[in-house]
């Protein structure tokens, strides 16, 4: 008997869209190269201390979001939270901290772009306006999702740094700047606030987990990437170790492009600045927008992250390819940011992973749309092949992506 679904790779796509389907009744096997799941989402433990690489803040899990639905769907809770702030925005001549409530965000807005603030309380306010209507009109809804948020952005003539102070944002939440994001996106972006999920994605795809194999799912760790033996417009028949597997419908779910590059740090928590957020958005320099990167700081009370008096540091380069900068050059982004850094460090480890690569002609893959809120779904021509990239930082993209592919399923 053929399966409905046969997925290569457990990243969070993959396994979402396999644990859906398989919570659906659908039968689904799950193939993963690795000897656990996760992909670009690992947790690494360095002599006490724990990072998890996976973002600590998203858009999608607040209520009545993409990620809260899909993980409602399949019966499964989880303890979120937003904190104030929510977290800060350093660039290279000030800060900002991001707040749940609108108002407050925009006091600090305020303070440091005071000659354009009068404006920037317009972008708040039109984005409601719009955020209120897709709530009340199917049609506003669509619209907003298909349009671009260039054309909404321009008319506002910000200035360069208010610009980047958008763009740094959306690029790591979404992995974009802001005018290429759909409205859509780009209102949640200011209009909402990211939520914390308490253990992070990596806790979330581990319930994910659980519903797979309680519902039957079936997965074969250490499964060397499978090769497709034929195909056809009905089924896929894929070469694995244990023989022959024949599945309706195959995804993929591998890295397609390098993952950027990490610092895990260890660092005592005296060093800790008053007032940083356990969350920093940070850019070096205006002039440079590859060089953005966020800090994700464990906190005081969490001792699983930490021993006793010690934090876990996560500096997460999502622009530098792995072995193009060396440790003490990403060092120096940080410092500016930490001051006496070096003095109250423990270790500093890098932590570039290898992308996951599936050997197919990338021509091969066509996405399945270019609206401006496309999924990241792509499809061989005329055959039940699709591919979800494992990537870090898009998350509401990937979740599009499954609910699409799901839907096509069921």
Not at 108 to 118: A, D, P, Q, S
């Amino acid at each position: 008997m053929a399966y409905d679904l046969a997925v290569a790779g457990g990243g969070f796509g993959g396994l979402a869209a396999a644990a859906l389907l398989s919570h659906a009744g659908k039968k689904v096997v799950l193939l993963e190269p690795a000897g656990d799941i996760g992909g670009v989402l690992s947790v690494l433990t360095i002599d006490g201390f724990r990072f998890a690489t996976g973002p600590a803040l998203c858009f999608g899990l607040e209520r009545g979001g993409p990620l809260e639905r899909i993980a409602a769907e399949m019966g499964i809770s989880f303890a979120a939270s937003v904190n104030s702030p929510v977290y800060q925005v350093a660039l290279p001549d000030r800060r900002i901290n991001i707040y749940a409530e609108a108002g407050e965000t925009l006091e600090e807005l305020r303070r440091e772009f005071g000659t354009e603030v009068k404006t920037i309380a317009g972008l708040f306010r039109d984005a409601r306006k719009k955020a209120d209507r897709a709530v009340k009109s199917r049609l506003s809804s669509h619209i907003i999702k298909r349009q671009r948020a260039s054309g909404f952005i321009s008319g506002y003539g910000f200035s360069s740094e208010f610009t980047a102070f958008l763009d740094v944002q959306a690029r790591i939440f979404f992995g974009r700047r802001a005018s290429e994001l759909s409205l859509a996106s780009f209102i949640s972006l200011i209009d909402t606030a990211p939520v914390a999920i308490k253990g992070g994605l990596r806790r979330l795809m581990e319930q994910m987990l659980d519903v797979f194999l309680e519902t039957g799912g079936e997965i074969m760790y250490n499964t060397p990437w499978p090769r497709i033996e034929r195909s056809n417009h009905k089924s896929v028949v894929l070469s694995t170790l244990r023989g022959p597997l024949e599945a309706r419908t195959f995804l993929l779910n591998s890295s397609n492009a390098s993952t950027g590059t990490s610092l895990c740090i260890g660092i005592r928590d005296d060093v800790v600045p008053v007032g940083m957020a356990s969350d920093v958005i940070c850019l070096s320099d205006y002039s440079s927008a590859g060089l953005h990167f966020s800090l994700t700081l464990s906190r005081a009370e969490d001792e699983t992250a930490a021993p006793r008096g010690m934090r876990s540091l996560l500096a997460s380069f999502p622009g530098v390819a792995p072995g193009t900068a060396d440790a003490g050059v990403l060092l120096s982004q940080i410092r500016p940011l930490i001051p006496f850094l070096d003095g109250f460090m423990v270790f500093s480890h890098e932590h570039a992973p290898q992308p996951r690569v599936y050997d197919v002609a990338s021509g091969r893959l066509k996405r399945i749309s270019t609206a401006a809120d496309a999924p990241l779904l792509y499809r061989m021509p005329s055959l039940p092949v699709y591919f979800i990239p494992d990537v870090n930082g898009a998350v509401v993209p990937t979740v599009h992506a499954v609910r699409r592919l799901v839907s096509s399923i069921l």
